[in-house]
């Protein structure tokens, strides 16, 4: 149902693939940033990316399960940091990397930015997802 596609020409991605292609017809869900807060609004690790990544992966899985899919069949993500440094990034991809999204593997792309919409917030997720057909496990 998901065709994954790393173009041989290009740059071999990490942990990404350049495309992902939907057959017609496919249910997707195209879901709204997930961001580092809790149950009751409150921000998850103030100042601390990793564990804000962690608290984005957990809410992002929750937005997938209430439309009845999962992270294997996420086909594209946006993944938004509030930081210039590299090291930063790369510590929140190794959260996403380990999440699962990259089982994929998805494709993905991974920003600096100079703010998010809360207060403290240094992380976002988007994501598209094909809604399969039946029961998920």
């Known amino acids: 149902?998901?065709?994954r596609v790393t173009v041989p020409s290009l740059f071999p991605p990490p942990a990404y693939s350049h495309a992902s292609v939907v057959e017609a017809g496919a249910r997707l869900a195209f879901l709204a940033g997930s961001v580092p807060l809790?149950?009751?609004?409150k921000l998850v690790g103030d100042g601390d990316p990793v564990r804000q990544t962690q608290?984005?992966?957990?809410?992002?899985?929750?937005?997938?399960?209430a439309v009845g899919s999962d992270t294997s069949h996420v086909v594209s993500t946006e993944v938004y940091v509030v930081s210039g440094e590299p090291a930063v990034?790369?510590?929140?991809?190794?959260?996403?990397e380990a999440s699962g999204l990259s089982a994929g593997p998805h494709s993905s792309t991974l920003l600096g930015v100079a703010c998010l919409g809360y207060t403290g917030q240094l992380v976002e997720i988007t994501a598209t997802a094909v809604v399969p057909d039946g029961p998920q496990a």
């Open 1 to 3: 149902m998901i065709q």
């Open 38 to 41: 809790d149950a009751d609004g």
């Open 55 to 65: 608290q984005v992966v957990a809410n992002l899985e929750e937005q997938l399960r």
């Open 89 to 96: 990034l790369s510590a929140v991809w190794k959260v996403v």
